[in-house]
Every structure is written in structure tokens, then in C-alpha cells.
Nanobody, 120 residues
Framework: VQLVESGGGLVGFGESLRLSCTASGSIFKINNMGWWRQVPGNPRHLVANVSSDGTTNYLDSVKGRFAVSRDNAKKMIYLQMNNLTPDDTAVYFC???????????????WGQGTQVTVSS
């Protein structure tokens, strides 16, 4: 199983970015999918997640600016980030809690991370 992110980069204050993540491999079922972010020397924090039924959850500081969505058929999750500020600068990681074919339990998987840098 692999999670591969794309869409990071360098943008200016107030601009937008859209992150995408694709899950691939022998996947039986995906529960929650989400985006986390990490600044060097700090813990990884949940930014937003979405359950298999579409219920979303956001970090308070991104509410009203970020929107998470998923395409269950394509096994993809997206994060639309608007009105970005330098405080959003971090490495963003895709996460999925899923069950592989032939495996009885659900496990957490992570992408390799994509850098988002917002200049002031």
C-alpha cells in the first residue's frame, strides 16, 4: 500500500494551493483519510480529515480557509487551501486508516510528505 501526495510548493501570502493524495495497492476498505502537518522540531498535527461517510473535522486555525474532500472510487483525498499565511508553512502528510485485502485489521498509513511554504 502506498500513499502519494502532490501539489505542494511555494506561494505568497493569501494565495491558494490544492494538495492531492492517492492511495494504491491491495486495499479492501478505507476508513478515515486526512491531512497532517509538521514543522521541524514539532509534533505532527491533524489539519483536516474526512470519514468514509463524508464527515469532516478541521484544525481550528484552518476552519473557513481549508476544505478537505475525498473521492472514494479513486481512493483519493484533497485539501484545498485558501488564504494561506506563513503560519501554514509545513510539510503536509497524507494519512489513511485502511484495511488491506487478506488482512483482518485496519492500520495507519502515511505518505512521504509534501512541502508547503508560504512567503510573507
Amino acid at each position: 500500500v502506498q500513499l502519494v501526495e502532490s501539489g505542494g510548493g511555494l506561494v505568497g501570502f493569501g494565495e491558494s494551493l490544492r494538495l492531492s493524495c492517492t492511495a494504491s495497492g491491495s486495499i479492501f476498505k478505507i476508513n478515515n483519510m486526512g491531512w497532517w502537518r509538521q514543522v521541524p522540531g514539532n509534533p505532527r498535527h491533524l489539519v483536516a480529515n474526512v470519514s468514509s461517510d463524508g464527515t469532516t473535522n478541521y484544525l481550528d486555525s484552518v476552519k473557513g480557509r481549508f476544505a478537505v474532500s475525498r473521492d472514494n472510487a479513486k481512493k483519493m483525498i484533497y485539501l484545498q487551501m485558501n488564504n494561506l499565511t506563513p503560519d501554514d508553512t509545513a510539510v503536509y502528510f497524507c494519512h489513511a486508516n485502511l484495511r488491506e485485502i487478506g488482512i483482518w485489521r485496519f492500520r495507519d498509513y502515511w505518505g512521504q510528505g509534501t512541502q508547503v511554504t508560504v512567503s510573507s
